[in-house]
Every structure is written in C-alpha cells, then in structure tokens.
C-alpha cells in the first residue's frame, strides 16, 4: 500500500491554520506524501491559496479575496484565528507551495476555486507556474468547475486532472472520460469497491475526500483507492505503514 498517496487537505489542517506553510510543512513532518491546497486570484492577478471567497474565517479580514491586492492579503493575520500561537502566518502563494513541494518530492493537488467567482486566466496561471518549476508529472488539478478541467487538458494535456463531485454519480470513470480527466475526486461516501475496480479498468484513480476516520480510511483503502484526502495525515500514514 506504499504507492497510496496521502494527500493533506489544506495542509494538517486539524493542528495548524489551513493553506498555510505551517500546515504544509507539519502534514510532511507527519507522513504526507502529497498536499492538497485551494488557488484563487488576487486583484492584481497572483495566485493565493486560501479556500473561502471571503476572507472572514480563516483571517484577520474581511471582504472578497478578489478585492485585495497580493500586498494587502499578504499584511492580513492567516493563523490567529485558528491559535494565538500561528499569529503571523500569511496567506502563502502558489509559487511557495511549488517551491516546498518541488525539494520534498510530494504530489501537489491544486483545487481551481472557480464555482462562485469565475476567475480569468486561473487555468492558464497555473498550470504556468507548475510548467516553470517543472512539476508537470506531480501535480493534479482539480475543481468542482468541470469546464475548467476540461480546459486545462486543451492547455496541457500531460498536467493529471481530478473531478470534484459529491454525488453518487453514475459510471463517473465514463463522464471523466469525456472531459479526458485522469482522477475522480468523490466525496468518500460516493465511493464503493466496485466503482473503485470500474475505475481502474478505465484507467482512472479515485482520491476521495475529506477522510478523517480511521475505519473509513481502512474501508476505502481495502477498496483500492489509489490516494486519500485527509485532515490527518498523520493517521493515514499510520494505517499504510501498517500496510506495508
């Protein structure tokens, strides 16, 4: 079970303050093997990585992430809230993700946050960045915005794609296909050993998310799912060292 990719949702986000570099760098120290995060756009075009529209739960802020400039989301407070401890954390960029990812060798799940605001220009930004610090073959996109998926197959066909979906959704391997994406991203109870083994038939891999529970993590690894999405990086990498 080596080969299972521990993806840390948002970093170890149940110990540090989400999409920052402390929680980037803590899921590595506790086993992960790749990190999930959540890119939008700043005012004057840079790549943040923060998950909400809006800046009032994670930050010292308020408003739409779109509204500020990368200097003004960067003089924001990103890890107060979650503890006193991680005030002055900020919020990271894309670039300093790669950068971390790049010397440690782990996946990158990049999550486009293109449902609400439809960003310009995000496709093509990242997968820019991702060609320039040459992590083509380690990085997955994935969105809840499938049209965007589809676009950046056309942008670049070898960068691996993940479809984010909820529901119960039938034969997804043959919807992926149609959008030429490489991975389902399922929300994990949308996720059975058979639709597992259809999927790898088709030449698919399954990621769901977000997986806490140790005995749901057992039950979709004994399923034969080729990565997991977890808040806890720590307890996954326990079961697969179990495993090995």
Known sequence: MGNVVNFAHRGSSKVCPENTMAAFKKALE??????????????????????????????????????YTLQELRSLDAGGKFDPAFQGEVIPTLDELLELAQDQGIIVNIELKNGVILYEG?????????????????????????YSLYLCKQLAPKIRTGILYMEGLFEPWKYADTLRADALHAYHYAVLPEFVQGAKAAGKVYHPFTVNDVQEMQRLLDAGVDGIITDYPDRLAELLAAKV
């Open 30 to 67: 506790q086993g992960a093997t790749g990190i999930e995060t959540d890119v939008q756009l700043t005012k004057d075009g840079h790549m943040v990585l923060i998950h909400d529209e809006t800046l009032e739960r994670t930050t010292s802020g308020s408003g739409w992430v779109k509204d």
């Open 122 to 146: 995000l496709e093509q930004k990242v997968i820019e960045r991702v060609k320039a610090f040459q992590m083509e073959d380690r990085v997955v996109i994935s969105s809840f915005n499938h």
